[in-house]
């Protein structure tokens, strides 16, 4: 079973910028569906970005243009790099894996975007 570790969250200011990391155990992690989720206060979970084992890759609306996801299957890691960001970003991003049956998530780093 693969096991998925956030870190990079942080308070940072508007405008500003984050990169979020996620990294697999094992090594499998690499043909795995990857995706950020985030949840801000007092709001359902919503999808962020998504990347196949291939790189393909989808965004939210909302942060088109700002955020990219990429993978490194050499490092068993999938980031998330977070520019121009703003308060309403603010939440706990999650990181997600699928493969067949298997649905794993992490433990969720904070972003908190704030003056």
């Known amino acids: 079973q693969v096991q998925l570790v956030e870190s990079g969250g942080g308070l940072v200011q508007p405008g500003g910028s984050l990169r979020l990391s996620c990294a697999g155990s094992g090594t499998i992690f690499s043909i795995y569906v990857v995706a950020w989720y985030r949840q801000a206060p007092g709001k359902q979970r919503e999808s962020v970005a998504v990347?196949?084992?291939?790189?393909?890759?989808d965004y939210a609306d909302s942060v088109k243009g700002r955020f990219t996801i990429s993978r490194d299957n050499t490092k068993n890691t999938v980031y998330l790099q977070m520019n121009s960001l703003k308060p309403e970003d603010t939440a706990v991003y999650y990181c997600?894996?699928?493969?067949?049956?298997?649905?794993?998530w992490g433990q969720g780093t904070r972003v908190t975007v704030s003056s």
């Open positions: 997600n894996g699928v493969l067949g049956g298997s649905n794993v």
């Open positions: 990347i196949s084992s291939g790189g393909r890759t």
